[in-house]
Protein backbone atom coordinates (compact mmCIF):
# COMPACT_ATOMS: atom_id res chain seq x y z
CA UNK A 1 0.00 0.00 0.00
CA UNK A 2 2.87 2.29 0.61
CA UNK A 3 4.55 1.82 -2.80
CA UNK A 4 1.09 2.51 -4.17
CA UNK A 5 0.69 5.66 -2.41
CA UNK A 6 3.71 6.48 -3.60
CA UNK A 7 3.75 5.98 -7.39
CA UNK A 8 0.08 7.99 -6.96
CA UNK A 9 2.25 11.04 -5.70
CA UNK A 10 4.83 10.60 -8.20
CA UNK A 11 2.42 9.91 -10.78
CA UNK A 12 4.84 6.93 -11.90
CA UNK A 13 3.61 4.44 -13.69
CA UNK A 14 2.33 0.96 -11.54
CA UNK A 15 5.99 -1.10 -12.87
CA UNK A 16 5.23 -3.69 -9.34
CA UNK A 17 3.09 -6.88 -9.00
CA UNK A 18 1.97 -8.49 -5.63
CA UNK A 19 5.13 -10.96 -6.66
CA UNK A 20 7.62 -8.29 -5.73
CA UNK A 21 5.76 -7.99 -2.13
CA UNK A 22 8.54 -10.05 -0.42
CA UNK A 23 11.03 -7.05 -1.97
CA UNK A 24 9.50 -4.03 -1.71
CA UNK A 25 8.31 -5.15 2.18
CA UNK A 26 12.20 -6.06 2.79
CA UNK A 27 13.05 -2.44 1.27
CA UNK A 28 10.66 -0.43 3.30
CA UNK A 29 12.36 -2.51 6.29
CA UNK A 30 16.32 -1.38 5.33
CA UNK A 31 15.07 1.95 5.07
CA UNK A 32 13.48 1.90 8.31
CA UNK A 33 15.94 -0.06 9.96
CA UNK A 34 19.05 3.21 8.18
CA UNK A 35 16.75 5.46 9.13
CA UNK A 36 16.96 4.30 13.38
CA UNK A 37 20.60 3.30 13.07
CA UNK A 38 21.25 6.45 12.03
CA UNK A 39 19.15 8.47 14.26
CA UNK A 40 20.84 6.47 17.52
CA UNK A 41 24.23 6.96 16.48
CA UNK A 42 23.60 10.51 16.02
CA UNK A 43 25.78 10.72 12.80
CA UNK A 44 26.48 14.57 11.62
CA UNK A 45 27.04 13.40 7.90
CA UNK A 46 23.43 11.77 7.62
CA UNK A 47 20.96 12.74 10.01
CA UNK A 48 17.64 11.19 10.27
CA UNK A 49 15.44 13.77 8.15
CA UNK A 50 17.79 12.91 5.29
CA UNK A 51 17.15 9.25 5.15
CA UNK A 52 13.20 10.28 5.10
CA UNK A 53 10.82 11.80 2.63
CA UNK A 54 9.97 15.44 2.76
CA UNK A 55 6.99 16.44 5.14
CA UNK A 56 4.98 17.26 2.31
CA UNK A 57 5.26 14.28 0.22
CA UNK A 58 5.09 11.86 3.40
CA UNK A 59 1.80 13.33 4.47
CA UNK A 60 0.76 12.92 0.39
CA UNK A 61 1.12 9.27 0.74
CA UNK A 62 -0.02 8.96 4.26
CA UNK A 63 -3.51 10.57 2.61
CA UNK A 64 -3.97 7.72 0.46
CA UNK A 65 -3.12 5.27 3.10
CA UNK A 66 -5.71 6.33 5.29
CA UNK A 67 -8.50 6.88 2.29
CA UNK A 68 -7.56 3.48 1.60
CA UNK A 69 -7.52 1.76 4.89
CA UNK A 70 -9.80 4.19 6.86
CA UNK A 71 -9.41 5.89 10.18
CA UNK A 72 -7.41 2.83 11.87
CA UNK A 73 -4.45 3.60 9.63
CA UNK A 74 -3.97 6.60 11.54
CA UNK A 75 -3.37 5.33 14.59
CA UNK A 76 -1.16 2.54 12.42
CA UNK A 77 0.96 5.11 11.23
CA UNK A 78 1.06 6.74 14.84
CA UNK A 79 3.03 4.03 16.33
CA UNK A 80 5.58 3.32 13.49
CA UNK A 81 7.49 6.65 14.79
CA UNK A 82 7.51 9.92 16.43
CA UNK A 83 7.64 12.06 12.73
CA UNK A 84 5.05 9.66 11.60
CA UNK A 85 2.72 10.83 14.52
CA UNK A 86 3.50 14.25 14.39
CA UNK A 87 2.39 14.29 10.80
CA UNK A 88 -1.02 12.16 11.08
CA UNK A 89 -2.17 13.65 14.51
CA UNK A 90 -2.10 16.73 13.17
CA UNK A 91 -5.45 18.59 13.00
CA UNK A 92 -4.71 20.06 9.28
CA UNK A 93 -3.87 15.94 8.71
CA UNK A 94 -6.63 14.80 9.68
CA UNK A 95 -9.46 17.68 8.27
CA UNK A 96 -7.33 17.15 5.03
CA UNK A 97 -8.28 13.73 4.80
CA UNK A 98 -11.89 13.91 6.27
CA UNK A 99 -13.18 16.07 3.97
CA UNK A 100 -11.40 14.31 1.26
CA UNK A 101 -13.48 11.03 2.33
CA UNK A 102 -16.46 13.27 2.40
CA UNK A 103 -16.13 14.79 -1.46
CA UNK A 104 -15.32 10.89 -2.28
CA UNK A 105 -18.58 9.39 -0.94
CA UNK A 106 -21.01 12.82 -1.69
CA UNK A 107 -21.59 14.45 -4.37
CA UNK A 108 -22.20 17.93 -2.92
CA UNK A 109 -23.44 20.30 -5.97
CA UNK A 110 -26.04 17.77 -5.87
CA UNK A 111 -27.23 19.22 -2.60
CA UNK A 112 -27.99 22.93 -1.50
CA UNK A 113 -25.96 25.40 0.44
CA UNK A 114 -28.39 24.79 3.46
CA UNK A 115 -27.73 21.06 3.53
CA UNK A 116 -24.08 21.53 3.05
CA UNK A 117 -23.31 23.48 5.87
CA UNK A 118 -25.92 21.57 8.12
CA UNK A 119 -23.44 18.29 6.90
CA UNK A 120 -20.30 18.80 5.34
CA UNK A 121 -18.74 19.12 8.92
CA UNK A 122 -15.28 17.98 10.61
CA UNK A 123 -16.12 15.35 13.14
CA UNK A 124 -14.98 15.87 16.73
CA UNK A 125 -12.95 13.33 19.26
CA UNK A 126 -14.56 13.00 22.10
CA UNK A 127 -14.21 10.69 25.00
CA UNK A 128 -17.48 8.31 26.69
CA UNK A 129 -18.74 9.69 29.70
CA UNK A 130 -19.32 5.72 30.62
CA UNK A 131 -16.11 3.45 29.16
CA UNK A 132 -13.68 6.91 28.70
CA UNK A 133 -13.27 5.60 25.08
CA UNK A 134 -11.89 7.71 22.60
CA UNK A 135 -14.94 8.44 19.44
CA UNK A 136 -15.73 10.30 16.22
CA UNK A 137 -18.46 12.05 16.96
CA UNK A 138 -20.07 12.99 13.59
CA UNK A 139 -23.42 14.00 14.25
CA UNK A 140 -25.25 15.79 12.43
CA UNK A 141 -23.04 14.45 9.37
CA UNK A 142 -22.17 11.23 7.46
CA UNK A 143 -20.64 8.56 9.69
CA UNK A 144 -18.04 6.22 7.94
CA UNK A 145 -14.59 4.38 8.94
CA UNK A 146 -12.68 7.34 6.32
CA UNK A 147 -12.18 4.74 3.68
CA UNK A 148 -12.43 5.67 -0.29
CA UNK A 149 -16.20 5.01 -1.30
CA UNK A 150 -17.14 3.38 1.65
CA UNK A 151 -20.06 5.24 3.62
CA UNK A 152 -21.63 3.70 6.37
CA UNK A 153 -24.75 6.21 7.41
CA UNK A 154 -26.21 9.70 7.67
CA UNK A 155 -26.93 10.87 11.28
CA UNK A 156 -29.11 14.17 12.00
CA UNK A 157 -29.50 14.29 15.61
CA UNK A 158 -27.23 12.79 18.36
CA UNK A 159 -29.31 10.19 20.61
CA UNK A 160 -26.88 9.64 23.04
CA UNK A 161 -25.11 12.76 23.56
CA UNK A 162 -21.64 12.21 25.02
CA UNK A 163 -21.75 9.03 24.66
CA UNK A 164 -19.86 6.41 21.91
CA UNK A 165 -23.05 4.32 21.82
CA UNK A 166 -26.60 3.12 23.08
CA UNK A 167 -24.86 0.76 24.87
CA UNK A 168 -22.65 3.02 27.60
CA UNK A 169 -25.80 5.42 27.78
CA UNK A 170 -27.84 2.18 29.22
CA UNK A 171 -24.90 1.32 31.55
CA UNK A 172 -24.34 4.73 33.05
CA UNK A 173 -28.45 3.85 33.71
CA UNK A 174 -29.54 7.33 31.49
CA UNK A 175 -31.95 5.34 29.55
Request: charged fraction near 25%.
Amino acid sequence: MLMSALYITFEWPFDFSQTDMPYIRECWLNLVLKCMRHKREASRSITWTTCMLPASVLEDIFIEVVLQEGDEAILTLALVCTRFRDLVTREAFRRRAHFLWLDNVINWSAFSTYYKAEFYKMYRLQTCMQCGDVFKNCIPGYVGRGIRGELIKIISEDTHPDFCSEFCQICAELI
